[in-house]
Structure formats: structure tokens, C-alpha cells
């Protein structure tokens, strides 16, 4: 008995090892069937389009592509969205900030409207926002006509390039920072003025370096969102060879002519700096998760 009664307790903790050592349970069920579907459904979507862009690039030579995509037309293109772009988000991430901080520190009549309208631009179609933007600014628009007798013009120029992408990626500032300036704890703020803290050295030293990652994560966000846009963009540039031209204007023109291969060379560019930026989102988000207290 006692030798059947030690296999037994031996058998049982070998047992009981081997279920604490079991992988834990999915939270899905059919882990396996739905990872095929997931990937199965983004090659769909994402992967084969992508491949089928740079194949299609490979089949020009070298010296084609470097032609196609480093042209004097080109590259000023480059300039002036990369450039309108990084304007639009160093605005954005000032004002995106301010409207944030009144939104979550303040009460006053109509807050609920205001908040709506941030996200108007999410909701309004991109050739609607390019047309309004046009009629406000353009000569004879309610804003143009006050401006150009001074000799301000903003239509069909990069002012207002840069003015339609300030529209919409302010939402992604906004809506990125705005969570965070609710979580943030006011004790810290308190007891920095309890410590003799003026508001600017609280600002500075307590709610900055608190928001700064979600500042970030908003500037690359709303900056990301600029190099892509074409439809707001589209009817208050110009669209002038090396004065105001886009990039995404540069390869519908090479697509009109037929030039498939030239469009997706220049096509392939911008996604290549698209993965970098999608890299540094990433990046921040982790680090703002990290910052946070959660797990990355």
C-alpha cells in the first residue's frame, strides 16, 4: 500500500506540473483559423496591391526609375508636400494642444459642439473641405477678397496647401492629447505650486514632460495624414508645375499619360517613407504606453 500510495502522490505531482506548464488558454477560440484569416484577408487587402505596386516598379531599370522619380518636377513636389506637410503639423501640434487643454480644463456654453466640430474633419468628405477652403480664401471668397488687396493671396498658392492640411489633421493632435490631459493627476500640479511653482514652471516641468509622447504621437500622426492628402488639397493649390504641385497630383498626371510605370516609381517612394512614418508611430505609441505604466 504505501509503495501504491507513493506512485500515486508521484503520478499526481508529475500531472500537476504538466498543467502548470500547459500553454495558457486563448482568448479566442480556433486561435489558428482566425491568424490564417487575418493574414489570408490583409494579403488580400494590403500585401498583394503593395506587391503588385512594386513589381511593377522592377520592371523599369535603374536609371528609368532614378529618371522618374528624382525629375526637377518631382523632387519640387517632394519639397512641397514634405514641407507643407511638416508646416501643417508644427501648427497643428500648437493649436491641437491649446484646444485640447480648454476642451478638458474648462466648462462654458456650447463645449459639446466644440468638441463635435474637431472631428469634423474625419466626417467631411476631403473634396468638400478642399471646394469650402477655396471659396473662403480665393479672391473673390469672404476671407480672399479682405487679403488680396493687401497682397496676401492664399488660394492656388502653398499658404493655402498648407491651410487645407492644417484642416484636417488637427483632429489627430487633438484627439490624441485630449485623453491623456484628462488622465493626468492635478495633485502634481498642486503640489508644485504648493512648492512655490509659478503656472509657466508647472506647465513646463510637470504637464509637458506628461503629455509630450501623446504630442508627439499626434504630431507624426496628423503629419502622416498630410503627405497623403489629395482631395482637399487638389482644388486649392493650383496644381502649378514646381510652384504648387503635389506629389499624389504627380502620379494621377503620369497615370493619365499612361505612364504605369513612372506613377508607381514615384508611387513606391512615398510608400517607402510611409513605412518609415508608420514605424515612428509606432515607436512613439510604445514609448507612450511605456511612459504610461503599461505594458508596451
Given amino acids: 500500500m504505501t509503495a501504491a500510495t507513493s506512485a500515486a502522490g508521484q503520478g499526481a505531482l508529475r500531472a500537476s506540473a504538466q498543467v502548470g506548464r500547459r500553454a495558457p488558454k486563448r482568448v479566442l477560440p480556433g486561435f489558428g483559423i482566425t491568424l490564417g484569416y487575418t493574414l489570408f484577408y ?18 523599369l531599370t535603374w536609371d528609368e526609375f532614378w529618371a522618374a522619380v528624382s525629375s526637377p518636377r518631382v523632387v519640387a513636389s517632394y519639397k512641397l508636400t514634405f514641407g507643407a506637410s511638416f508646416i501643417a503639423a508644427l501648427v497643428n501640434l500648437v493649436f491641437g494642444l491649446l484646444i485640447a487643454w480648454v476642451l478638458v480644463r474648462y466648462k462654458f456654453p456650447g463645449k459639446k459642439i466644440v468638441d463635435a466640430l ?18 473662403l480664401l480665393a479672391g473673390n471668397g469672404w476671407i480672399g477678397q479682405i487679403l488680396e488687396p493687401m497682397g496676401i493671396q492664399l488660394a492656388f498658392k502653398p499658404a493655402g496647401i498648407v491651410i487645407a492640411l492644417i484642416f484636417i489633421g488637427l483632429p489627430f493632435v487633438v484627439r490624441t492629447v485630449q485623453p ?32 509630450t509622447p501623446a504630442l508627439l504621437t499626434g504630431f507624426a500622426m496628423a503629419f502622416a495624414r498630410a503627405v497623403g492628402e489629395y ?6 493649390a493650383g496644381n502649378v508645375p514646381m ?15 499612361y505612364d504605369y510605370a513612372g506613377a508607381t516609381a514615384v508611387a513606391t517612394v512615398m510608400l517607402v517613407i510611409s513605412f518609415v512614418l508608420l514605424l515612428i508611430i509606432n515607436a512613439l505609441q510604445a514609448w507612450q504606453r511605456r511612459h504610461a505604466g503599461a505594458p508596451a
Fill in 231 to 236: 482631395g482637399s488639397v487638389i482644388f486649392i
Fill in 42 to 59: 490583409l494579403s488580400i487587402i494590403v500585401l498583394i496591391p503593395l506587391s503588385a505596386l512594386i513589381f511593377k516598379t522592377f520592371t
Fill in 118 to 135: 474637431v472631428d469634423l474633419p474625419f466626417a467631411l468628405p476631403t473634396a468638400v473641405a478642399g471646394i469650402s477652403l477655396t471659396a
Fill in 180 to 211: 491623456v490631459l484628462e488622465d493626468a493627476e492635478k495633485e502634481l500640479e498642486e503640489a508644485a505650486t504648493c512648492l512655490g511653482a509659478t503656472r509657466f514652471q508647472t506647465f513646463t516641468k510637470v504637464i509637458l514632460p506628461s503629455i
Fill in 243 to 257: 510652384v504648387s504641385e503635389i506629389t499624389p497630383l504627380i502620379i494621377i498626371g503620369k497615370l493619365e499619360q
